[in-house]
Structures are given as structure tokens and as C-alpha cells.
T-cell receptor
């Protein structure tokens, strides 16, 4: 049972480059989200989705785009990377009937 | 009002000690309070959670104490072990269907052997 799978694990980008962080879950969860984790800041919600075709902004959405074409996948796109986007990114999912959020193992992104 | 304030930022205890991590919130609409444990290089995982209709919940060596009137809750780790060394996050959410969790800033715990 894979749970929530994120790729890549590590990535270095140059300022201005774009990239997509991939996230897939095999638990048939309706809710999916992306968080970023920064020292002393905890986990901050970037974007979330309550089902295929439905997305909404979280606390820190600027500079990121998401889409949800299937229940399983929820990619996060960085449009034009900036050093301020250097962070650890976590994808998470939750079922409609439960409260537990399941996190992926994280993607370490460095923007130089 | 949406913040969850967590303290301390870091904590070092001897093996067998009882580390206590505290969280405080303002929004009285919060009704679900989980704690997540994160080991280095891994994603956070649910450790234990409580709802405001109880004042305490125990699961193994982990206990949540909840004070509704003070709008505070805390995590106690009994007989702490080096394997408990991790970062702990408290969180809060409103409503049974909501997906918006507000996380605390995290506490890095180190348990010395």
C-alpha cells in the first residue's frame, strides 16, 4: 500500500525556471493538499482540492498552480521559481469520512 | 484568530523523562485537535488526536490534556525514549468535513540516552 507518493524527492532549480511536483495517492481520498514546511513556520497550506475538478487556495498560494483532473493525482506547479520558494513540500490526502491527514515523504526544493 | 501557538520550539530531556509540549488557540470553533510526529526526512504522521468534549486522551505513552476554558492543549510523553526524538506538530480544525487544518510551528524533541 503506497499511500501518498511524491516525486521528485530532491530538486535544484534556477531562479525563473518552472517545474511540477508530482503527487499521487492510492487510497481513493477525496481531499488532497499541498503544504510547505519552513524552519520556525510549521506547515502552511498552499492549495487544496476537495475532489476532481475542484481546487482552492490555502494560506500561501502565490507563485503556485494546481489542478485535479483525477482523484489520484494532484500536481503542484511552480510557474517562475524564486529563492523564497526554497522549502520542503508535502502532499497530503484525507478521506471524506475521516479526520486523519496522510502525508507524503516530502520534496526538497532549492531555488538558486 | 486562526493561529495555533506552540511551545517550546525545542526540548531536550533525558531518557525516562516526561516532555510536555503546549499549544494554544483562539478560534472557539475548532473542534478537532491532532498531534503529528515527524522523523527527519519523513512526512508527518498522526500520533494522537482529541475532541473538546473530553479533557484527556491516552494512547500508549502519549497523552493529550485539553483545557477548553483556557483554549489550550498539551502533549505529554511518558517514559520518553531516544526513539521518540522527532518534531511534533499540534494542529486544529473546524467542522467534521473541513479540510483546513491550522498547524503549530513545531517542537523539536531530543531524548538523550
Amino acid at each position: 500500500n503506497a499511500g501518498v507518493t511524491q516525486t521528485p524527492k530532491f530538486q535544484v532549480l534556477k531562479t525563473g525556471q518552472s517545474m511540477t511536483l508530482q503527487c499521487a495517492q492510492d487510497m481513493n481520498h477525496e481531499y488532497m493538499s499541498w503544504y510547505r514546511q519552513d524552519p520556525g513556520m510549521g506547515l502552511r497550506l498552499i492549495h487544496y482540492s476537495v475532489g476532481a475538478g475542484i481546487t482552492d487556495q490555502g494560506e500561501v498560494p502565490n507563485g503556485y498552480n494546481v489542478s485535479r483532473s483525477t482523484t489520484e493525482d494532484f500536481p503542484l506547479r511552480l510557474l517562475s521559481a524564486a529563492p523564497s520558494q526554497t522549502s520542503v513540500y508535502f502532499c497530503a490526502s484525507r478521506g471524506l469520512s475521516g479526520n486523519t491527514i496522510y502525508f507524503g515523504e516530502g520534496s526538497w526544493l532549492t531555488v538558486v | 484568530q486562526q493561529q495555533v501557538k506552540q511551545s517550546p520550539q525545542s526540548l531536550i530531556v533525558q531518557k525516562g523523562g516526561i516532555p510536555i509540549i503546549n499549544c494554544a488557540y483562539e478560534n472557539t470553533a475548532f473542534d478537532y485537535f491532532p498531534w503529528y510526529q515527524q522523523f527527519p526526512g519523513k512526512g508527518p504522521a498522526l500520533l494522537i488526536a482529541i475532541r473538546p468534549d473530553v479533557s484527556e486522551k491516552k494512547e500508549g505513552r502519549f497523552t493529550i490534556s485539553f483545557n477548553k476554558s483556557a483554549k489550550q492543549f498539551s502533549l505529554h510523553i511518558m517514559d520518553s525514549q531516544p526513539g521518540d526524538s522527532a518534531t511534533y506538530f499540534c494542529a486544529a480544525s473546524t467542522g467534521s468535513g473541513t479540510y483546513k487544518y491550522i498547524f503549530g510551528t513545531g517542537t523539536r524533541l531530543k531524548v538523550l540516552a
